[in-house]
């Protein structure tokens, strides 16, 4: 894929790049490396103050930060500049917490004794340089979410992102510069997908992260792992909705559009199967069917615009073949289920509802990254939990009861990073974010996201 900025509204390339040369790759490694032992010696107090001039900086350009990344990838205008205000968010959250959240550990004083010990603790210590490989759906989030945590842990950062929106990763990489970072303390590579294994066996870069497809993820963790390098990924999902019958159904139907055509679809954590309970099957339908039909695709520029284009024509046309399929097999479309007419010219999809999918259709397993829906009925408890996790990935969850015993049932036996009751899946830093199975392993954000890359130290004294 050429590095270049392809308006996913309209399919015209707006500007392209060369990629750095091997010996500048070679140069910005080193720069890292450099960074890093001067950074790693600085104070909380002199990391939060940069970080915090940053998410100022982001603050201020919102606007124009917000119309770069609707060019670039196709998320609604409006989305977007909700994207710009979360990582601001997230930014003076860790800018605030990181020292806390960092804080030397000391384990109990009979457990010192017994150690043979008169004094032990454990203190966190960053890792060196970090190798972030970022997705284009949300591209300011995924690496701000990366970003926030490691520079407050010492750590420095080399982000290698997505091809398509190279013009929000060198923003990204002269946002840090201009709020006062040190030269090689957060640096953008725009080389192509092939480049990332060279930059991952230099023993300079201590680790990775990984924000992508599940192809991505196994080549990533494949080279880390020679190389015994820590990793973090987060892949694909494919999350449930389960609804029961105790459920306030109008907003169940209401919350599940917006959690199906987040982003345009194109969120690892966006509701993508929907498990209705069969006494309120017909009721939920009706309403989410007619929510989904009801929505505005267009202009992603344009205010009244609900849904804008797929990322690209790869992405719509991946899309389509999944709806193709299951139709060709028996599912109904009771909306959507093609292109919209009068916008040929972009990546555009309908929102789609697909009824009556079976484990013989590729989009029972498979991940639909767009604005399409399966809904299923089901029995009770047991059959929805049973259908829930009867899928590769384990991103998230979300149900939808007023039962304390379901709730209890679906906290212990669904297979996912998250249980999100009543409401829709949503990161927030002070909330670790990741999954299991094929969507990954390690967590991002909270405590848990800034310890996953430091050096937890054990210091043992016998005098």
């Not at 399966?374 to 590769?392: G, M």
Request: charged share 25%.
């Amino acid at each position: 894929m050429p590095i270049a900025t392809v308006n996913p509204a309209d399919g015209e390339t707006l500007k392209t790049f060369d990629p750095l040369p091997e010996d500048e790759i070679d140069r910005r490694i080193a720069e890292a490396d450099a960074a890093f032992r001067v950074w790693r010696t600085t104070t909380f107090e002199e990391r939060a103050r940069l970080l915090t001039a940053a998410a100022g900086l982001l603050e201020r350009e919102a606007g124009g930060v917000a119309r770069v990344v609707t060019t670039e990838m196709g998320k609604t205008l409006a989305a977007a500049e909700a994207e710009v205000a979360k990582c601001v968010k997230a930014m003076r959250w860790y800018a605030r917490n990181a020292e806390a959240l960092l804080a030397n550990e000391y384990p109990a004083a009979e457990d010192v004794e017994d150690a043979g010990a008169v004094r032990a603790k454990v203190c966190y210590r960053p890792l060196g340089a970090i190798l972030a490989v970022m997705p284009w759906n949300f591209p300011l989030w995924q690496v701000i979410r990366f970003a926030a945590p490691a520079l407050m842990a010492g750590n420095v950062g080399l982000l290698k992102h997505a091809s398509n929106v190279p013009q929000t990763a060198l923003y990204l990489g002269d946002l840090f510069h201009r709020a006062g970072f040190a030269p090689g303390c957060f640096q953008t590579l725009l080389v192509p997908s092939g480049a990332i294994e060279s930059v991952l066996r230099d023993p300079r870069v201590a680790a990775a992260t990984l924000t992508g497809s599940e192809g991505a993820g196994r080549a990533v963790a494949s080279v880390a792992g020679d190389e015994i390098k820590k990793t973090v990924l987060e892949l694909g999902g494919s999350d449930p909705y389960v609804v029961m019958p105790s459920a306030d159904i109008e907003s169940a139907a209401r919350t599940a559009v917006t959690a199906r055509v987040q982003n345009n679809g194109q969120s690892c954590i966006a509701a993508k199967r929907f498990l209705v309970h069969t006494d309120v099957y017909d009721a939920f339908a009706k309403l989410f069917v007619q929510g989904m039909r009801e929505l505005t695709v267009g202009d992603p520029m344009d205010p009244g615009t609900d849904v804008g284009p797929l990322s690209s024509e790869q992405g719509r046309d991946d899309l389509e073949e999944l709806v193709t399929d299951a139709l060709a097999q028996g599912a109904q479309a009771p909306c959507g289920g093609r292109r919209p007419e009068g916008l040929e010219r972009g990546f555009y999809y309908e929102p789609t509802v697909l009824t009556g999918v079976t484990d013989q259709m590729r989009i029972h397993r498979e991940e639909a990254f767009g604005p399409v829906a399966s809904l299923y009925r089901v029995r009770d408890v047991d059959e929805a939990i049973e259908l829930a996790n009867d899928t590769p990935f384990g991103l998230s969850s979300n149900v939808w009861t007023r039962d304390e015993c379901e709730t209890e049932r679906f906290v212990r036996d669904l297979e996912a990073g998250g249980v999100y009751f009543n409401g829709m899946t949503a990161s927030h830093p002070a909330l670790p974010f990741g999954g299991v199975k094929r969507s990954g392993y390690g967590r991002e954000l909270a405590g848990h996201g800034i310890r996953e890359f430091c050096n937890a130290t054990t210091v043992w004294r016998a005098s």
